[in-house]
Nanobody, 122 residues
């Protein structure tokens, strides 16, 4: 059974950093397209960063240069290092994955974990 469990959220001041982690089970993060998404109540979920089937990483324009996505194949985890956080980054963050062969990894995810809340205070 495919499962994803995100953790690492919390309260941080603007300009601070947080690292989110997603523990995967039932599949290998090296074999799936995988990524991070976020949602603010009342708004649509948006892609933050993802790694496609070619192992290329993509970032939303709003986080480029500040966030870094990575996988640890030995631990079977996905991480998101978030630096220079802004109040606009406040959201529930979700990790997601798919076994499908996709290039544009902001679309097409099949499996979703529970989110972790990130709150950035000004």
């Amino acid at each position: 059974e495919v499962q994803l469990q995100a953790s690492g959220g919390g309260l941080v001041q603007a300009g601070g950093s947080l690292t989110l982690s997603c523990e995967a089970s039932g599949f290998s993060v090296a074999d799936y397209a995988i990524g991070w998404f976020r949602q603010v109540p009342g708004k649509e979920r948006e892609g933050v960063s993802c790694i496609n089937s070619h192992r290329a990483a993509y970032y939303a324009d709003s986080v480029k240069g500040r966030f870094d996505i990575s996988t640890d194949n030995a631990k079977n985890t996905l991480s998101l290092q978030m630096n220079s956080l802004e109040p606009e980054d406040t959201a529930v963050y979700y990790c997601a994955a798919t076994p499908k062969y996709i290039s544009w990894c902001f679309l097409g995810m099949n499996y979703w974990g529970r989110g972790t809340l990130v709150t950035v205070s000004s």
